[in-house]
């Protein structure tokens, strides 16, 4: 009886784990979302394509030795990239680490860095929803 | 005349002899060439000349005759004498050690013993490892290493006449000693001087019984005093926040490899923090400056400890990976080491050191990733 509780509910907690990553990565996508409505009335919703293209892109404004986010991520999201001091970083795409992007601290975190970094000032709400958008599908 | 070998040398002292010269000579050259993970074995190895010696103390107060102290431990006259019958052209020939040759065997053992005693003081100071680690500091350490290489350099030399002696001797009184020295026996000469006054029979069990005791009962003191907290090394637990901020780009720095002075700068400024921008928020960027500077502050005594935040360039007051010291010790290591994939750059420590967020470098804790192809 024990066993089969056990077992059930630590099924359940197996099948809820993602749906739980899901759950909460969609509620920073929607908190985006609403930010973005705010900055732009004509917001209509995120794209993976521009998402890829800042992600892919090289840009202006930001260092010059980091001028893209694949400079540390690489150019395959699905792959480990190496921070500037050369520690691994793991893959950006959620089919290879799905616990990326669940944590509304550690987000805001990196892409306060990363942008400032790269493009010299803060994404838009729709920039970074565009970005994590464009990793669910990678 | 008959001319049946003579035993002289017994199988204690022969293995004894042969397994010293083993753990003596490894003990060595692990250290000329070996990695510096190796250093536990050298160890290993001086711990065991340590209990070798004392099976000779004891071998030499009931073993067989010529083993004894009382057998071949001579004053200067007998030593003198047998000097000139050398020059004489008609040496002296003795059944066990000759007078020099005892000489030898005694400066041998001290000499050895100093290693060990001293090699025990260099862990326990200069490495936070050991019996002696609860009692000595880092400078003690030193001055014990310098000793203990001193007395590495002095045993070479006495080993190397050792050696010379007994080849010397050999061809004088044509007899091979290293020979004995494997089988035990020497050819019996009428006019060969004996071991006056030791009795002839070992007290075998005596000898065992007392060094397995006294090895035992100080391998025991050594183990339980090697688990004590060593001196002036803080247990200081690393909190995961400082981990998870700090250790994101590069192994997070153990507090003690700066000054409280250098922590501060660095935390002054994380929006430009070597060209990357490491900006926090402010109550958690408060909460890793306190905890930091309190860290630093404890006082540390460990190798890096001491001589890391020292040796700093006052150019660069913030670089560990620039100190003198982290310089020194990583000299050998070619640049393109630290550029492969799996060690990434300097100021991953970690990719290299086991320890390194504990700051403890151990050097047993040592090894350089390499890439399997």
Request: with cysteine; charged share 20%; hydrophobic share 45%.
């Amino acid at each position: 009886m024990m066993k089969r509780l056990i077992l059930a509910s630590l099924s359940a907690l197996l099948m809820t784990g993602p749906a739980f990553a899901s759950g909460e990565r969609q509620a920073i996508l929607d908190q985006f979302s609403t930010q973005a409505k705010q900055q732009d009335p004509a917001f209509k919703g995120f794209s993976a394509e521009k998402g890829q293209t800042m992600f892919m892109g090289k840009h202006a404004g930001g260092k010059p030795e980091t001028s893209s986010c694949t400079t540390c991520h690489t150019q395959d999201p699905k792959g480990s990239g190496q921070t500037k001091a050369g520690k691994e970083i793991k893959p950006m795409a959620i089919s290879r680490n799905p616990a990326r992007y669940t944590d509304p601290a550690e987000v805001e975190k990196w892409f306060g860095r990363n942008c400032n970094q790269v493009l010299g000032r803060d994404c838009t709400a729709s920039e970074k929803g565009d970005f994590i958008t464009f990793m669910i599908g990678q | 005349m008959t001319n049946k070998p003579i035993h002289v040398w017994d199988i204690e002292i022969r293995v004894f002899h042969w397994l010293l010269l083993a753990s003596v000579a490894g003990a060595w050259l692990i250290i000329q060439v070996g990695p510096p993970a190796w250093l536990g074995l050298h160890e290993a190895l001086g711990f065991a000349v340590g209990a070798l010696l004392v099976f000779r103390f004891f071998w030499g107060l009931f073993g067989s005759e010529h083993m004894r102290f009382g057998g071949f431990v001579r004053g200067p006259g007998p030593m003198l004498a047998h000097l000139k019958s050398l020059f004489s052209g008609k040496p002296l020939r003795f059944v066990g050690h000759n007078p020099v040759g005892g000489a030898m065997i005694v400066a041998l053992l001290l000499v050895l013993l100093g290693v060990c005693l001293s090699g025990i003081a260099t862990m326990g100071g200069f490495d936070k490892a050991g019996p002696l680690a609860p009692f000595l500091t880092f400078a003690q350490g030193r001055q014990a290493k310098e000793i203990h290489e001193t007395l590495t350099n002095l045993l070479l030399v006495l080993a190397g006449l050792h050696v010379a002696g007994v080849l010397l001797e050999s061809v004088l009184l044509k007899e091979s000693l290293i020979g004995s020295m494997i089988h035990g026996k020497k050819e019996p000469h009428a006019e060969a001087l004996g071991a006056a006054g030791a009795p002839k029979t070992p007290r075998s069990a005596v000898a065992v019984i007392l060094s397995s005791l006294i090895v035992a009962g100080l391998g025991l003191t050594m183990l339980n005093l090697s688990l004590q907290p060593a001196l002036g090394v803080p247990a200081l637990g690393i909190p995961p926040l400082y981990v998870k901020e700090c250790g994101s780009c590069h192994t997070a720095h153990h507090p003690s490899l700066l000054p409280s002075s250098s922590w501060k700068l660095i935390m002054a400024d994380l929006g430009d923090h070597f060209g990357d921008d490491a900006s926090l928020p402010q109550d958690k960027a408060r909460e890793i400056g306190d905890w930091l500077v309190k860290g630093a502050d404890l006082g540390w005594d460990s190798k890096a400890g001491q001589r890391i935040p020292a040796s700093l360039k006052t150019e660069e007051p913030l670089r560990i990976t620039k100190s003198a010291f982290w310089e020194r010790r990583h000299r050998k290591i070619p640049e393109n080491v630290f550029k492969t994939k799996l060690v990434g750059g300097k100021a991953n420590c970690q990719a290299c050191h086991v320890d390194a967020v504990r700051g403890g470098f151990k050097r047993g804790g040592i090894a350089i990733p390499e890439e399997i192809n």
